[in-house]
T-cell receptor
Framework: GENVEQHPSTLSVQEGDSAVIKCTYSDSASNYFPWYKQELGKGPQLIIDIRSNVGEKKDQRIAVTLNKTAKHFSLHITETQPEDSAVYFCAASGTRSGGGADGLTFGKGTHLIIQP | KAGVTQTPRYLIKTRGQQVTLSCSPISGHRSVSWYQQTPGQGLQFLFEYFSETQRNKGNFPGRFSGRQFSNSRSEMNVSTLELGDSALYLC???????????FGPGTRLTVL
């Protein structure tokens, strides 16, 4: 089955600086890579996703890059703000021949701390 | 649109009991997936239901089961609870295409 590794487990950056979180996946059949943000006491919130036919996607201060050959994808957050402090999860899934997607396989999470 | 709702939000049970958790998907979404989140194992996929049929299943014992109703609402059941079943149980809903999953707030289950 799919295996997703996520690094680092904790990332502390100064407010206004950039943060980068990296993930690798093992199954070359995976074709969908979402990123979720989870705040204390809440469920994961989708912040951005990318599919395997695209190399990069950007949404305001957030961007995701995908390297299919190397099987890794990264989340980039620029101009970090205090409200960016949370746990971030990467995930991967593939499309099954019978339709629909496989269940998401998640990384272990990165605790992002924005220092004022 | 209203988001995914889960009830109850918190639950305390004792070993050996069974529990049923409920999930209402986003209006119009027909796929519902369930995940277990624990500090040790992280987020793990339990199963997915689409049009009242289980379409995909993760690696969990048969004590974990689910069902989906004609209105797409879903329930999951855990029988013979064990201490290790203490976790946050998350429900996610999606449209068939695209398969982007949106999560609810979760049900926090504590097994004593």
């Amino acid at each position: 089955g799919e295996n997703v590794e996520q690094h680092p487990s904790t990332l502390s950056v100064q407010e206004g600086d950039s943060a980068v979180i990296k993930c690798t996946y093992s199954d070359s059949a995976s074709n969908y890579f979402p990123w979720y943000k989870q705040e204390l006491g809440k469920g994961p919130q989708l912040i951005i996703d990318i599919r395997s036919n695209v190399g990069e996607k950007k949404d305001q201060r957030i961007a995701v890059t995908l390297n299919k050959t190397a099987k890794h994808f990264s989340l980039h957050i620029t101009e970090t703000q205090p409200e960016d402090s949370a746990v971030y999860f990467c995930a991967a899934s593939g499309t099954r021949s019978g339709g629909g997607a496989d269940g998401l396989t998640f990384g272990k999470g990165t605790h992002l701390i924005i220092q004022p | 649109k209203a988001g995914v709702t889960q009830t109850p939000r918190y639950l305390i049970k004792t070993r050996g009991q069974q529990v049923t958790l409920s999930c209402s998907p986003i209006s119009g979404h027909r796929s519902v997936s369930w995940y277990q989140q624990t500090p040790g194992q992280g987020l793990q996929f339990l199963f997915e239901y689409f049009s009242e049929t289980q379409r995909n299943k993760g690696n969990f014992p048969g004590r974990f089961s689910g069902r989906q109703f004609s209105n797409s609402r879903s329930e999951m059941n855990v029988s013979t609870l064990e201490l290790g079943d203490s976790a946050l149980y998350l429900c996610a809903s999606s449209e068939p295409v695209p398969d982007t999953q949106y999560f609810g707030p979760g049900t926090r289950l504590t097994v004593l």
